[in-house]
T-cell receptor, first 115, second 119 residues
Framework: KAGVTQTPRYLIKTRGQQVTLSCSPI?????VSWYQQTPGQGLQFLFE???????NKGNFPGRFSGRQFSNSRSEMNVSTLELGDSALYLCASSLAPSGLPYEQYFGPGTRLTVT | AQTVTQSQPEMSVQEAETVTLSCTYDTSESNYYLFWYKQPPSRQMILVIR??????QNATENRFSVNFQKAAKSFSLKISDSQLGDTAMYFC????????????????FGTGTLLAVQP
């Protein structure tokens, strides 16, 4: 079974631009979560989608948004990029809510650099 | 709000020896899950072991085992017979199991412990 895939793997953007990151979950997984990883703040939860609905959202500004499609693929968007948005963005998929015990499988991440 | 604390930023162990990574957490919830994730230099996060809070028996996965002390809110990871491939950042994580199907997959991570296995 193929793992979680994220595209692109690396991205360089300029302040003020917007960016869209994509995540394809493991086949059969219906939950997708997004995390931001930075040296200063560590791993922080962004949001979770299940069946095209946002189930939970972390403490991030409205510039961060996401969506999930009917095939469970998810995208996250960051508008008006700031230097502090430079991070590794990780996507994780899960069978949830019926899966036990909600094991999540992570993708390789997208390294976003904002200049 | 739940918090996860890993007090050891870095640790080093000789190959074939045993090492224990510490993790404490704070929560008022009674039903939750705890995890240890490994993030090697290649960056892909991998689940090492998981523990359901309602289970008293400590989880074990081959060379990896945990010491789960619910009253003390402690969840340490023991790696036996350390191998060079165990070199990675290890994250302790908490997930609230929720009530009546209301659980989500939100993981709260600690700051991580960088483990170096020396030959």
């Amino acid at each position: 079974k193929a793992g979680v895939t994220q595209t692109p793997r690396y991205l360089i953007k300029t302040r003020g631009q917007q960016v869209t990151l994509s995540c394809s979950p493991i086949s059969g997984h219906r939950s997708v979560s997004w995390y931001q990883q930075t040296p200063g703040q560590g791993l922080q939860f962004l949001f979770e989608y299940f069946s095209e609905t946002q189930r939970n959202k972390g403490n991030f500004p409205g510039r961060f948004s996401g969506r999930q499609f009917s095939n469970s693929r998810s995208e996250m968007n960051v508008s008006t990029l700031e230097l502090g948005d430079s991070a590794l963005y990780l996507c994780a998929s899960s069978l949830a809510p019926s899966g036990l015990p909600y094991e999540q499988y992570f993708g390789p991440g997208t390294r976003l650099t904002v200049t | 709000a739940q918090t996860v604390t890993q007090s050891q930023p870095e640790m080093s162990v000789q190959e074939a020896e045993t090492v224990t990574l510490s993790c404490t957490y704070d929560t008022s919830e009674s039903n939750y899950y705890l995890f240890w994730y490994k993030q090697p230099p290649s960056r892909q996060m991998i689940l090492v072991i998981r523990q359901e809070a309602y289970k008293q028996q400590n989880a074990t996965e081959n060379r990896f085992s945990v010491n789960f002390q619910k009253a003390a809110k402690s969840f340490s990871l023991k790696i036996s017979d350390s191998q060079l491939g165990d070199t990675a950042m290890y994250f302790c994580a908490f997930m609230n199991a929720g009530d009546y199907g209301g659980a989500t997959n939100k993981l709260i991570f600690g700051t991580g412990t960088l483990l170096a296995v020396q030959p």
